[in-house]
């Protein structure tokens, strides 16, 4: 499958409705939108449909546009695409209403992608908005200053604004030709990882200083109960990022942030510099993820939930 392929079969429908995966983040947002501008630029119909609407602080970027809910976007449409989305659970609420169009394509750079769709295209790269900055080339669209924004926003976030190890060439050459269109990198980062509420602000702060480290500092803990959340007037999507810092710190190889979901049950974040694989540890509680990155749901009283985890990193120091 060639993503020429997928510009001709784009080109064959009018009505296009564009997938963005569950808790939508910056790469599948700007994926959606690019391609939506483009598709619009053509003369097409085209409409990005989510289980969840926008988070608040892509709301800043103007070319983040309205987001249907599955619910709302049923029937009309010739063909439905999916961006950045690995496989049928990240569809989540959307996937029956994905599934019920004969055209199905997927657009992924997740090299463990299902290739559920009738049509799948899926290339190894830091973003997925690398691959659709080349879809919308094949498509002889003229790339606006909103359609080099939108790419962007997908690039900086998928990689830590160019700080991950997935950055490649392909990653700054995308980057330099999207900034020679006229796209203003410094606002996208500042809205993404400098911009923050005060109820976060403190919320980050509390939540630091109370850090506790283990295993000779191999370990590094941070919890959020729900009643920190009321003493800073500060909501759970807030938290976002809190675990990079933990995982900064010298010495740590595993991060984990133990978040008081409901009462006694804990969502589990885990991070890991390289040396220990993560997923593995999740699995092990019925969650799952990535090797450096995964997550998982224990219930129980917070000292044991966090006794069980320590235990389950240390058997592989
Ligand atoms: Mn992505």
Do not use: W
């Amino acid at each position: 499958m060639t993503l020429n392929c997928i510009a001709k079969e784009l080109k064959k429908h009018s009505k296009i409705l564009i997938f963005s995966h569950n808790r939508p983040d910056g790469d599948t947002l700007g994926s959606a939108f690019a391609l939506k501008l483009a598709l619009e630029s053509m003369g097409k119909i085209a409409d990005v449909v989510c289980p969840q609407g926008v988070p608040e602080k892509y709301k800043v970027l103007k070319f983040i546009g309205k987001v249907l809910s599955p619910g709302d976007a049923v029937g009309l449409y010739d063909c439905h695409i999916s961006v950045d989305c690995a496989s049928e659970m990240m569809l989540g609420d959307s996937y029956g209403l994905y599934v019920r169009n004969q055209n199905t394509i997927n657009v992924d750079h997740h090299v463990s992608n299902e290739r559920y769709a009738k049509m799948n295209y899926v290339e190894d790269r830091a973003s997925c908005c690398e691959i659709i900055y080349n879809l919308i080339s094949e498509l002889g669209v003229c790339i606006s200053v909103d359609i080099a924004e939108s790419i962007l926003l997908g690039i900086i976030t998928d990689t830590g604004n160019f700080m991950h190890s997935n950055v490649t060439e392909n990653t700054f050459s995308v980057a330099s030709k999207l900034v020679a269109y006229g796209a203003d990198s410094h606002k996208i980062a500042y809205a993404m990882f400098k911009s923050q509420k005060l109820e976060r602000a403190k919320l980050y702060a509390h939540v630091i200083n109370n850090m506790r480290l283990f295993e000779d500092g191999k370990i590094a803990i941070i919890s959020v109960f729900k009643s920190d959340f009321e003493k800073f007037y500060a909501t759970q999507d807030m938290t976002e990022g809190f675990i990079d810092f933990p995982l900064s710190v010298d010495g740590v190889e595993v991060a984990v942030s133990i978040m008081e979901s409901r009462e006694n049950c804990y969502k589990v974040s885990l991070r890991s510099k390289g040396k220990i694989n993560v997923s593995e540890i999740a699995s092990s509680f019925g969650g799952g993820g990535h090797v450096l990155a995964s997550g998982c749901v224990i219930c129980g009283f917070y000292e044991d939930v966090k006794e069980k985890i320590i235990r389950a990193i240390s058997i592989n120091f």
